[in-house]
């Protein structure tokens, strides 16, 4: 049983337990109404009738083309804070950088994507040989090696992109397939990730042009959480606070804003004055 700060008053403690107690099982209760596509770092899960199914979001060619788009941004970091004669420890991470970038196999992907890849692929080695060569870097010729990577980097980055949309376009359609019509209609999507991501990442607008003008009412982001218990807790939240709000307030989306929020809003026109 969760403890929580005493009023002085037993009575209210006890009435304030119950209430915890009571919303603790009914919100466990709230997660199994409906279907959930959990959406994790690399996988989606759907949880439907007692049953837990995921589907992988990240296909090798996924992790290849980041792997590969790291290379070069590797080797700015690795210099960018340096200037002049680069010491042992700097070169001998950059020549272990230099073996793997050079050892990298691309005969897995089409041609198209192979092209951008290895003009990064390329570039990076031709800077990487100059730098190991004079032993020295200065911010110039780093800087003119990460203005001609810029572009590849971007290319390579929406080709990552439509890799991932496709997996999990097939991903979403294949558990939601065998949802029945009042399922379907009914189920609700947490996306997991980030503070930065939020509505800009790649899952959200994805579930946001799927779902359309419903969008808001079921998607969820699950900001800083990455475990599935959390974020299952998270739907069950959410779903037993709107029967709550739209009993008591006419308003389902009135307890997704802070409790104290519009009255405090209100209050604060005045506050301080006289």
């Given at each position: ?8 008053d037993?009575?209210a ?7 915890h ?5 009914a919100?466990a209760e ?12 690399d ?10 199914e995921?589907?992988?979001l990240a296909?090798p060619a996924?992790?290849l083309l980041?792997?590969?788009v790291h290379?070069?941004?590797a080797?700015?970091v690795?210099l ?8 042992a420890t700097?070169?001998?991470?950059l ?14 992907l089409?041609?198209?994507?192979v092209?951008?890849?290895?003009g990064?692929?390329?570039g990076?080695?031709?800077f ?8 020295d ?7 003119e090696?990460?203005q ?6 971007l ?16 991903a ?10 009042a399922?379907?209609?009914a ?6 990730g980030?503070h930065?991501a ?13 779902f359309?003008?419903h ?10 959480i ?10 069950g ?12 307030f006419g ?5 997704q804003?802070?409790?104290l ?5 209100a ?8």
């Amino acid at each position: 049983m969760t403890k929580f700060p005493d009023t002085g008053d037993a009575a209210a403690d006890r009435v304030n337990q119950r209430f915890h107690d009571g919303y603790d099982t009914a919100r466990a209760e709230a997660e199994l109404i409906a279907p959930v596509l959990l959406v994790l770092a690399d996988s989606i899960v759907c949880l439907c009738d007692g049953e837990r199914e995921e589907r992988p979001l990240a296909p090798p060619a996924f992790h290849l083309l980041k792997s590969v788009v790291h290379g070069p941004v590797a080797l700015f970091v690795l210099l960018h804070p340096l200037s002049g004669p680069l010491d042992a420890t700097t070169l001998r991470q950059l020549s272990s950088l230099r073996t793997s970038l050079a050892a990298v196999s691309l005969s897995d992907l089409s041609a198209d994507i192979v092209a951008n890849l290895q003009g990064l692929v390329d570039g990076s080695l031709a800077f990487v040989d100059q730098v190991l060569k004079t032993h020295d870097v200065n911010s110039a010729a780093l800087h003119e090696f990460a203005q001609a990577m810029g572009p590849l980097l971007l290319r390579s980055t929406a080709d990552a992109t439509g890799i991932q949309l496709h997996a999990l376009d097939s991903a979403v359609s294949h558990l939601v397939a065998h949802f029945t019509p009042a399922q379907e209609a009914a189920y609700q999507v947490i996306v997991t990730g980030d503070h930065q991501a939020r509505r800009r990442s790649l899952p959200m607008q994805y579930f946001g042009k799927r779902f359309g003008d419903h969008s808001e009412e079921r998607v969820l982001y699950a900001e800083g959480i990455t475990d599935e218990k959390e974020a299952l807790a998270l739907i069950g939240i959410h779903r037993l606070d709107e029967h709550i709000a739209a009993a008591f307030f006419g308003d389902k989306k009135r307890l997704q804003r802070d409790v104290l929020g519009d009255a405090a809003a209100a209050q604060l026109q005045s506050f301080g004055q006289g």
